[in-house]
């Protein structure tokens, strides 16, 4: 079992490494793409890290189920508000378009980390000019 472990973890990180590679190999001015080397990197990489998990569950050790979770991209619990009109709960934009969109309803603006006054707080406009 601790062979096949090791060779799932260096076939995941080789993967990883196709990945990397072909980030770097695109670095500099002109047109960036997702290429052949850096999908299968990662598909390869995905595949292998969900082995490792089917390894470490037959093993002796506890499973951190929630760090998988996280790693594979998975979102645990009911779809939220606003999910609803996306098939299967799923948002288009990912976790950085749902962050943005939470960061503008506390009152963040422009990815700026300094929060607005609430509406309660800001001082009444003058009479006859434009907000």
């Known amino acids: 079992m601790e062979t096949?472990?090791?060779i799932l973890l260096i076939v995941h990180i080789l993967g990883f490494s196709a990945l990397i590679?072909?980030?770097?190999?695109q670095v500099g001015p002109g047109e960036?793409?997702?290429?052949g080397v850096?999908?299968?990197?990662?598909?390869t990489a995905f595949l292998a890290g969900l082995l490792l998990v089917g390894v470490l569950e037959g093993g002796d050790d506890p499973v951190n189920h929630?760090?998988?979770g996280v790693k594979s991209g998975h979102r645990a619990g009911p779809a939220g508000p606003?999910?609803?009109q996306h098939a299967q709960?799923?948002?288009p934009a990912g976790?950085?378009?749902?962050?943005a969109r939470a960061g503008r309803r506390r009152g963040l603006h422009r990815g700026a980390l300094v929060a607005r006054p609430p509406l309660s707080n800001r001082p009444a406009p003058a009479v006859g000019t434009a907000p």
Do not use: E, Q, S, Y
């Open 66 to 68: 929630a760090k998988v």
């Open 4 to 6: 096949l472990r090791l």
């Open 89 to 91: 709960g799923a948002d």
């Open 32 to 35: 960036k793409k997702v290429t």
């Open 21 to 25: 590679g072909g980030l770097l190999a």
């Open 38 to 43: 850096m999908r299968d990197g990662i598909g």
């Open 95 to 99: 976790p950085v378009g749902r962050a």
């Open 82 to 84: 606003g999910d609803g």
